[in-house]
């Protein structure tokens, strides 16, 4: 890197959900600015072909197969990250379960769950052993939670989703705060529509493309190298006073 600031070199990043998405593109921009880097995702396979792209970038990489809705799996997985790593300065708990479609009033209680258990319960899991970590080892770090802007803005058929992100949002201001003592700072990023394997369905449907595409000032979907640079800058020193936000990345989407 040319500017040191940004620089991670000696920083262990943990990336939740890294195997492809946005937590790919995360992992990838870090591994890059210099930092090692575990990723955990629950596809064995897919966590392989990941771990392969960043070492290419001569750094250690490592992945682990885990479901972050499991306390007992995270629990064991933190522990053996910190057995790969040495320790983790920064979390990035992107792991993220959606399941849209089904009317409000016609939802399970296993949709319900289905997201809840991934997408709050995952994240408490998680960020529970990293902060215990960061705390004893003394040196501070960086939380950062992938939200939405479901968490802002009506999403028919995803409201159990939605109120999960914005769950995450609370989750974050109050960890700013508790833990600001401790060095410790967290932020939530949202971003908006973004190309990904969970996404795919929804950029098939021409009406959907139709109706979104044209409020998006940027004319383009976002991809997941949008979010590099604001997981680099989060992980480094550069964001040292920044803590307790909601960081919105979507093309201009929600300002027209």
Same mark, same amino acid.
């Given at each position: 890197?040319?500017?040191?600031?940004?620089?991670?070199?000696?920083?262990?990043?943990?990336?939740?959900?890294?195997?492809?998405?946005?937590?790919?593109?995360?992992?990838?921009?870090?591994?890059?600015?210099?930092?090692?880097?575990?990723?955990?995702?629950?596809?064995?396979?897919?966590?392989?072909?990941?771990?392969?792209?960043?070492?290419?970038?001569?750094?250690?990489?490592?992945?682990?197969?885990?479901?972050?809705?499991?306390?007992?799996?995270?629990?064991?997985?933190?522990?053996?990250?910190?057995?790969?790593?040495?320790?983790?300065?920064?979390?990035?708990?992107?792991?993220?379960?959606?399941?849209?479609?089904?009317?409000?009033?016609?939802?399970?209680?296993?949709?319900?769950?289905?997201? #809840?258990?991934?997408?709050?319960?995952?994240?408490? #899991?998680?960020?529970?052993?990293?902060?215990?970590?960061?705390?004893?080892?003394?040196?501070?770090?960086?939380?950062?939670?992938?939200?939405?802007?479901?968490?802002?803005?009506?999403?028919?058929?995803?409201?159990?989703?939605?109120?999960?992100?914005?769950?995450?949002?609370?989750?974050?201001?109050?960890?700013?705060?508790?833990?600001?003592?401790?060095?410790?700072?967290?932020?939530?990023?949202?971003?908006?529509?973004?190309?990904?394997?969970?996404?795919?369905?929804?950029?098939?449907?021409?009406?959907?493309?139709?109706?979104?595409?044209?409020?998006?000032?940027?004319?383009?979907?976002?991809?997941?190298?949008?979010?590099?640079?604001?997981?680099?800058?989060?992980?480094?020193?550069?964001?040292?006073?920044?803590?307790?936000?909601?960081?919105?990345?979507?093309?201009?989407?929600?300002?027209?």
């Amino acid at each position: 890197m040319t500017n040191s600031t940004f620089d991670l070199s000696g920083k262990s990043i943990l990336v939740t959900g890294g195997n492809s998405g946005i937590g790919l593109g995360m992992a990838e921009a870090v591994a890059e600015a210099g930092a090692d880097v575990c990723i955990w995702s629950r596809n064995e396979e897919k966590n392989t072909l990941a771990v392969e792209k960043l070492q290419k970038h001569g750094h250690k990489a490592f992945s682990l197969v885990c479901d972050v809705s499991d306390p007992k799996q995270v629990e064991e997985c933190f522990s053996k990250t910190i057995r790969l790593l040495g320790k983790v300065d920064a979390c990035f708990a992107n792991a993220g379960n959606a399941w849209l479609g089904t009317p409000f009033h016609e939802m399970t209680l296993e949709e319900w769950h289905a997201i #809840f258990g991934v997408n709050i319960d995952g994240v408490f #899991f998680t960020l529970k052993s990293t902060l215990a970590h960061m705390v004893e080892q003394g040196n501070g770090g960086s939380i950062v939670i992938t939200s939405s802007l479901s968490a802002k803005y009506g999403m028919p058929t995803g409201e159990h989703y939605a109120a999960t992100k914005a769950g995450v949002i609370a989750i974050v201001r109050a960890i700013a705060v508790e833990y600001a003592r401790y060095g410790i700072r967290a932020n939530a990023i949202l971003p908006g529509w973004v190309e990904t394997n969970m996404t795919a369905p929804l950029f098939d449907n021409e009406t959907f493309v139709g109706k979104t595409m044209p409020r998006i000032p940027q004319r383009r979907w976002g991809t997941p190298r949008d979010f590099g640079p604001i997981a680099t800058y989060f992980a480094s020193d550069a964001s040292a006073y920044h803590t307790g936000d909601a960081v919105v990345i979507d093309g201009g989407y929600s300002c027209f």
